[in-house]
């Protein structure tokens, strides 16, 4: 049995994360938010995904003395090592459970610029829970038939509803979650199982599985508060 999790508004709350980005640079003068937000923009329709190094080069010119720059790319970059922060709340907890069960393949496949991509698993401390990332600056659809292959059951978990239907015209035969986030849900998928929270996609992945998902990660959080009393001792 395989999992397949995207990253971006289903295990990462990215417009959190993209707010304090903002704020970092912001916080050293030059840019607005507005400005910031535009360069996002341009920077995203452009290059069809983010790029940190051409989203400066956007701002560099207009906004900043090279003094400024350096210093607005460290607070960035500063965020960017706490990505982890900006998880949603228990999505850490959820693929430790998942990865309790024997024959669970737990993977993560992510659309985007690869080294921002990797940069932003690396600092989440997700990393190592995964058993294969899958960095694709294509259509997820190229590599989906060969993430799931050889598995009796794929469940996909993706909040991009447009990006899940194409999933669906490669591989019909895989179980959709759809993980709720501030893209629109076309009419095409509004049938699919639906998740707001890390809560509720517990629910939907136990039902898929028969495991007690809630239960598992309020053990988990249980046994971390253990150890962190004992560490304070």
Request: charged residues 30%; negative net charge.
């Amino acid at each position: 049995m395989k999992f397949l999790f995207d990253l971006d508004y289903t295990l990462l709350d990215t417009e959190k994360f993209k707010k304090a980005l903002i704020a970092a640079i912001v916080f050293v003068g030059g840019p607005s938010v507005e400005d910031c937000e535009s360069a996002f923009s341009v920077v995203t329709e452009k290059m069809g995904m983010f790029d940190a190094d051409s989203f400066f080069h956007e701002l560099k010119d207009t906004f900043f003395s090279d003094q400024a720059a350096i210093e607005a790319r460290v607070a960035f970059d500063r965020v960017l090592t706490e990505t982890a922060q900006y998880l949603y709340p228990e999505a850490k907890e959820l693929l430790e459970a998942l990865r309790k069960h024997d024959g669970a393949v737990v993977d993560l496949m992510t659309f985007g610029n690869a080294a921002w991509q990797r940069a932003k698993v690396e600092h989440s401390g997700l990393a190592e829970l995964f058993d294969e990332t899958i960095y694709t600056e294509k259509d997820k659809g190229e590599r989906l038939r060969d993430a799931g292959r050889g598995q009796d059951l794929v469940i996909v978990v993706n909040d991009n509803g447009e990006e899940i239907q194409r999933m669906i015209a490669v591989a019909p035969e895989y179980t959709y979650i759809l993980k709720k986030g501030p893209k629109p849900v076309p009419a095409e998928v509004v049938f699919l199982p639906t998740a707001s929270t890390m809560q509720e996609l517990a629910l939907q992945l136990g039902e898929q599985t028969g495991w007690d998902l809630l239960r598992e990660i309020q053990e988990i959080r249980e046994n971390q508060e253990r150890e962190s009393k004992l560490f304070r001792k």
